[in-house]
DNA sequence: CTCGGCATGTAATCCGTTACATGATTCT
DNA sequence: AGAATCATGTAACGGATTACATGCCGAG
């Protein structure tokens, strides 16, 4: 059985791919959440610290002391097999309805470090066939509730709350594209060429 | 001044606009949560009544008993004139980089309460134009972005991480086609016809 | 030897989640 | 009276935020 709790929080699977890329500081894994577009998973020291804490009590990554060049030496993490698995065991998870609908950009997460799946481009299409699936059926029902809102305000022209429901409805089909591109690109390459 | 702290969270604001719409009880704006795309702020009891507790602590909301036709009697709230100050200071707010980057659905939120602005027109138009110039800005930034990643990685062909780089981009330019088309439309109409 | 910048850590506070418990009314 | 249903509440817990504090090294 793995160590420690049995759910994670997303921005603990975020350091463990990061991790995973290449060894890393805390404080270069703070740098990636600052400088880059994955914000938004926090990169407060109050957070990611902790979180390191977490996962090295847990086994799930080795913290060594690396003499450093300037200044105080910084604490490297890799990953340790547990971590592996935990890894691994997120990553086949399967894409549901709640995740698409809910969590979408923890579900993005995912799909960037599902270049580290076991049988990776199997489990990526895999991933983009339900994430496909689902986005389908979630614009379907953000299509009726527009139609509801429609009845709802007969006489007035535009309603805020149609127009940013607009933009939730096509921002779905957007990534539905984007998906489907994906998929058909995974599909001729094999991921590889 | 105002009761209670300067800044409310999310959840408390998704309360306070849609009281505002019209009068209503706990079990109601559940089920507005549940029901509609409005999930993703909570719709969870233990999230939705210690924060109608805390807007009416605060004086913002006012809940009167209700006889309910059948079962229990619910409390109906709706916004006091100390609420209504603190929407409009809400909805007055610029819209800021880091809204657009990291909390772009609150954003939204606060557009589809727009509505109830005082100056609503102008308001909204100014909030569009306020968007556009940021979804611009970020644009730019994520496609420096990719072109990092690509030098990174010269051989492989697409990795995951480009790719879901991309969905992030295009979801960016979506976004930014749809306020411009919501601007367009507010200008022509004034938001009345 | 202290200054400044790199790197890590911590303390207070607060909110949301989950799961459970309770209140109040009508129907049978 | 009890069941069913509508509606509200609560207790335990954990993690994120914010703001601050500390450690360690080289340069001057």
Known sequence: MTPGRAVRTTL???????IRQMPRSGYE???VF??????GYSGSPG????????LEADGLIQGTKQPGERGRPRREYRLTPAGEAVLQEWLAQPVTRDDVALRLD????????LAYAADSTRRTLEFLESLEAHLEALLVDLHQQIEAVDAASRHVPITHAR???????????DRLRWARE??????????KE
């Open 163 to 173: 127009l940013a429901l607009e933009a939730g409805i096509s921002s779905i089909a």
């Open 29 to 31: 894994l703070r740098k």
């Open 106 to 113: 923890e579900l993005m997460l995912r799909f960037a470090f």
């Open 12 to 18: 603990e699977y975020a350091l463990i791919g990061l």
């Open 47 to 54: 957070a990611i610290y902790p979180a390191l804490r977490r």
């Open 34 to 39: 600052v400088e880059t577009a994955m914000a």
């Open 182 to 191: 994906a998929r058909a690109r995974f599909s001729t390459t094999g991921g």
